[in-house]
C-alpha cells in the first residue's frame, strides 16, 4: 500500500506543476483570453470522454491504464520541455499538450478510483480514501511551490520537466504494487455477461449503457450518485468563484483569501488524517450524510461571518466536514459496487465532481453580483443540504456499512 501512496502522490504533486506550468507559459505567449482558452481546452476532452474511460479501465484493468496514463503524460510532457529547451512557448505547442492531457485524465482518473479495492481488502477502504485525501493535500502545499521554483530557475520548460520527472518517479512504484486479482469469472459474472449481450450490449458503448442500467437500478448506488450530485453541486461555487467574490466583497484582501483557503486545507488534511489512522467508520452512509448536512451549515455561516478569523473558522470546519463525507461516499462506492462495474461507476462519479459541477460557476458568479454574497451562499447550502436529505431519506444508502478490518479482498 505504500508503494501506491508514494506513486499516487508523486503523481498529483506533478499534476500540480504540470498546471502551475502551464498556466505560466500561456499567459506568456498570448493575450489574457487566449491563455484562458488554453487552460479551459483541456476539460472537453476530459468530460466528453470521462464515461468512455470507465470502460476502459473495466475492459483493461484499473492498473494498467493508470501505469498507461502516466507513462504517456510523462512522454509528452518531457517532449514539450525538451521543445522548450530549443524555443519559446507558443500556444500551438500549448493547446495540442492540453487536449492530450485532458485526453489521458479521462482515462486515468476512473482507473485511479478503481484501484483501490485491487490492492487492499475491503475493510481498509476508509483507511486507503483517507490517504488518498492525505495524498491531494500535500499535492496542493508542495506542487505550486515547487512548480513556481522551476519556473523561477529555468522557465516554463524546467517546470515540465519537473512534472515529467514526478510522473517518471511513478512508475516504477506502481509497476512494484501487488494487486489482487480481477474479477471471477463465475456463473454471477457469466449470467451478467450472456444478459448484456442478449441485450446487445456488445462492444465499447454496449459496455457503457450495461454499466449505467446498473448503476441506475443499484439500491445503495442510485441514490449515493443523486447525493454526490446534489451535494458537489451546493458546494463547488460557493468554495471556488463564491469565495473570491465574498473575499471581494467584504474587502479582506489577498491575504484574507489565503488565510480561509488555508484553513480549508488544513480540515481537510484533518479529515484524511482522520481516516487514515481511524481506518473503519461505522455506519458509514449515515454517517457521511449527516456530516453532508452539517458542512451545508458551515457554507451558510461563512457568508455572513463578519471577519476573516470566523470565515477561516468556518471554512476549517467545512473542509473536515467535507473531506470525512467525500471520503465516506468513496469507500462506500468502492464497496457496495460490483467489481465488473467499478470503472464505470467511478467515471459517472468523477465525471460529476470534474466535468458538470464547474457548470454552476458562471451562475453562482452571476448571482452574487445580483443579490451579494451571502443570499447565494444560503441558497447553495439549501442545495447541499439537499444532498444529505436525499442520503438520509435512502433507506438503503443510511443503513450502508464498511466491513471490517479483517474482511478478504
Partial sequence: ??????????????????????????????????????????????????????????????????????????????????????????????????????????LFLPAVGALPPRITGPGQLARVQGMRGFAQRLAGVAGAPLGGFAVAVGGPGAAFAVAGALFAVSLPLLLAVRIGPGP????????????????????????????????????????????????????????????????????????????????????????????????????????MSLVLCAAAGCVAAIGYLPTVPYAMAAGALIGLLAGLSGALCWAVLQTACDPVYLGRVTSVSTLISVGLTPLCYPVVGAAVGLWGAGPVFLGCSVVCLAGGVIGLWSTPLRTAELPGAGSAP
Avoid: K
Avoid at 506533478?14 to 481546452?41: E, K, M, N
Fill in 184 to 287: 471471477a469469472p463465475g456463473a454471477d459474472h457469466a449470467d451478467q455477461g450472456a444478459e448484456e449481450r442478449s441485450r446487445g450490449d456488445a462492444g465499447a458503448w454496449g459496455e457503457l449503457r450495461a454499466g449505467l442500467r446498473y448503476l441506475r437500478g443499484h439500491r445503495v448506488l442510485a441514490p449515493l450518485m443523486v447525493t454526490v450530485a446534489v451535494g458537489e453541486l451546493g458546494f463547488a461555487g460557493p468554495l471556488n468563484i463564491g469565495l473570491t467574490l465574498l473575499v471581494q466583497e467584504r474587502g479582506w484582501g489577498a491575504d484574507g483569501m489565503g488565510a480561509i483557503v488555508a484553513a480549508f486545507g488544513a480540515g481537510a488534511g484533518l479529515s484524511a488524517l482522520l481516516l487514515t489512522v481511524r481506518g473503519r467508520i461505522p455506519r458509514a452512509g449515515l454517517v
Fill in 1 to 106: 500500500m505504500l508503494r501506491w501512496l508514494g506513486a499516487y502522490t508523486a503523481s498529483m504533486v506533478g499534476d500540480s506543476v504540470y498546471f502551475l506550468a502551464l498556466s505560466w507559459a500561456a499567459v506568456r505567449s498570448g493575450t489574457p483570453a487566449q491563455a484562458g482558452f488554453v487552460l479551459a481546452v483541456g476539460a472537453v476532452p476530459r468530460a466528453v470522454l470521462m464515461l468512455g474511460g470507465g470502460v476502459v479501465a473495466d475492459r483493461f484493468g484499473p492498473r494498467r491504464v493508470v501505469i498507461g496514463g502516466d507513462a504517456v503524460r510523462c512522454a509528452v510532457i518531457l517532449g514539450v520541455a525538451l521543445a522548450l529547451a530549443l524555443t519559446t512557448p507558443t500556444l500551438w505547442l500549448l493547446l495540442p499538450l492540453a487536449l492530450v492531457f485532458g485526453a489521458v485524465d479521462a
